[in-house]
């Protein structure tokens, strides 16, 4: 996996296109400077008593700045984004016979487990590649909240200049690391991690795509995929990730060693550990896509590589025939 790249500079891992105006009302400011502190790209300087907004072409509209602020001083609106893509050649749609079979997956998976939410298809789409017919939003999003907004049906296609966390975007590959996120700064700010050292291990140890390798997030229900995904993403309760579980393995016996620490939950751990490993991954949520999205906190998530649905769709098929009925009926359940 290779490591970030330290010596990334602002303008590297500035989203293109992207134009916000950060205002601070100064009758709200105390002078606190933890705007200055808490964002990830320098926008803010301190040359003066009370902070300036020094350079508004670098923000990226995370809104870091305005959720930190104790006096609720400060507001961040977008005034523009153009479509970086309007040049861009289109891909062909997918042909009707991978429409068909995502469909029926996303039908298994839904009926046999009893799943609330759509099945979500991901799709990394690489650099120079065309791209699909995905609408790119009008708002930015960050990129756990997109994958939310794909299992209630909509159909997103983020570039750099729509996603709204530098952490994803940069984990994603879409843009370089900003600095103060490489070297684990800003997570000792946000009281995540007990010291630099732990905050730069942490950093280290999670994988990431080299920058600027993918132009696009694509999100969708994956009954109604767009693109071909890389990895489909599940949305459910403990029980019905512990059958996913065991029909990835129901041919197999195979165990899985899971990569889950509550940090990069979307990015890093439903997404990039099945894309970049084949293996199906599970993970609790982290403070920022629970902080961020409307996920229950009964929720856990799955990512499963594409190339093993085939696998996991027969096992479910098959524990769903005695195994999953029996097992939700209790027939060990002893006389209370
Ligand atoms: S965080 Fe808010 S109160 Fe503190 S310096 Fe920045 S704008 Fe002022
Ligand atoms: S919105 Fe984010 S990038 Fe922009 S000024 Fe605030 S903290 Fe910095």
Redesign the pocket.
């Given at each position: 996996m290779e490591l970030i790249d330290q010596s990334a500079t602002r303008q590297d891992s500035t989203p293109q296109q992207v134009s916000?105006t950060?205002e601070i009302d100064p009758a709200k400011c105390v002078n606190c400077s933890l705007?200055v502190a808490?964002?990830?790209?320098e926008?803010?300087t301190e040359a003066t008593a009370t902070p300036q907004?020094a350079h508004?072409e670098?923000?990226?509209?995370?809104?870091?700045?305005?959720g930190q602020c104790p006096q609720g001083a400060?507001k961040?609106t977008a005034t523009g984004g153009a479509d970086p893509f309007s040049n861009r050649e289109k891909a062909a749609p997918l042909p009707a016979e991978r429409h068909e079979l995502f469909a029926e997956w996303a039908t298994t998976l839904k009926d046999i487990l009893r799943l609330r939410w759509e099945p979500v298809a991901i799709s990394l789409i690489p650099a120079g590649d065309p791209l699909p017919d995905v609408p790119i939003p009008a708002e930015r999003l960050r990129y756990c909240q997109s994958l939310m907004a794909a299992r209630r049906g909509r159909r997103l296609m983020l570039p750099a200049n729509r996603h709204a966390c530098?952490d994803g975007t940069s984990i994603l590959g879409l843009t370089a690391m900003p600095a103060k996120l490489a070297s684990g700064e800003l997570y000792i700010l946000f009281h995540k991690l007990d010291s630099i050292e732990a905050a730069q291990r942490m950093v280290h140890e999670r994988p990431h795509l080299k920058p600027r390798t993918i132009d696009a997030t694509v999100v969708t229900p994956l009954a109604d995929a767009a693109a071909e995904p890389q990895v489909v993403a599940v949305f459910a309760q403990p029980e019905q990730i512990m059958w996913l579980c065991m029909s990835a393995s129901y041919y197999t016996g195979h165990r899985f060693d899971f990569h889950a620490s509550g940090y990069n939950a979307q990015c890093v751990e439903t997404t990039l550990i099945p894309y970049t490993t084949g293996e199906p991954n599970i993970s609790f949520g982290c403070y920022g896509c629970r902080a961020s999205s409307d996920i229950g906190d009964d929720l856990m998530f799955m990512g499963i590589p594409v190339d093993l649905m085939p696998t996991v769709v027969r096992g479910l098929t098959e524990l769903g025939k005695k195994a999953i009925p029996q097992s939700r009926a209790k027939i060990y359940l002893p006389p209370m």
């Open positions: 916000y950060i705007c808490f964002c990830p790209v926008v803010f907004v508004p670098l923000c990226w509209g995370c809104e870091t700045c305005a400060i961040v530098p």
